[in-house]
């Protein structure tokens, strides 16, 4: 660029020689203006031949690099995104497989339950409930989160009606930067948590006030009797006693909400039989895949979750946000949500489509979302 300038520019000076005073002004007047031109044009070539070999070179990078560790960076391939953010693909995608592929029944030695090792801790959003990804609904402030545990052994179609929304790092993988988590209870189904949360935080009873008189008129023509406590107040240690009680109480008649209104959570902050309590929800829910009759429709389980800190979203260990295959809305308040991580952290939180499996004999499939 800088030779032919300056070739332009002697071959100008030479012609100007030719000319009379008056005339080289005129002319100069219009070479110049030519040259600029051709100038322009060449700028124009050079732009525009640097971006196709970008892209070309681009194209090349390889980018099937597997994850190691879950504070491991893996660069393998840069874009620019729709909401016009370099997106680095990580990898996370294959880590997540590794995740809901390992069914261990407990992690470090057997001391602590398995989500804290495998499966992954799914938490949906919307963006009409809260004003960030990060803060909580009104209902959740300083009391529980409500997640659900996805894993080979638990499966669900769907995250409930939550297309899209946050992963969070297994507690052993969670990076030095980021807090810890502590989970509070477990349900083998939908525990219909918003209705409990003024009981032991959404691991106790539903809330009588909120019953309605349809609800009431169910309970009576069904005779359910409705459990009191925990799980294990109950004396419900195994899949065997959970569905005996259940089943002797009326719960799964019709396939009514009375079973996710009522049904008891096993707690896991601290107590002594966590590890075998949430082995005891793999167990239950492998019983409804054995007994499809009275399996509820509302699949997911749910994990409830101590409310963390929203004035420092920076601390939340969230792993990956995802969206739900082939629903396009889901995929655009995912980029929105990682849009909004990395205004106010300054992190690049990779999205990660799921196609959930649509049946028991089907599995989970995790793709990282790199638009080309």
Partial sequence: MILLTVFMEKLWKKKDNRTSTLGSRENNYVKISKLNIILFLLLIVFITSTVVFNRMYMSQRQDNKKIKSANETLINTVVVNENGLKRVKTGVDLHLKQLYANTARGCNNDTEPSFVCSGLLVHGLRLQEQVSPWSHRDIDKNVSVAFSYLRDDHKYTSSVDYSSGIILYPKNEIPETKDSYTVLCAYPIDGWTDGKKNHAGGCGNYNENLIDQGTKDNIARTKLLKAEGTCLDNNLNTAEEWFTFHRKNNYFVNKSDLLSLFTCSYPMDGDDKRVSSFNTLSDIRKGFDQNEEIKPANWNNEILISAWDEEHPERLPVMAIFYTKDNVSS??????????????????????????????????????????
Avoid: G
Wanted: charged residues 35%; proline residues 5%; neutral net charge.
């Fill in 331 to 372: 995929l655009n308040a995912a980029l929105l949500y990682q849009r909004a991580f990395f205004d106010k952290t300054n992190e690049m939180i990779p999205v990660v489509e799921i196609k959930f499996p649509k049946d028991k004999y089907d599995t989970a499939e995790f793709k990282e979302y790199i638009k080309n």
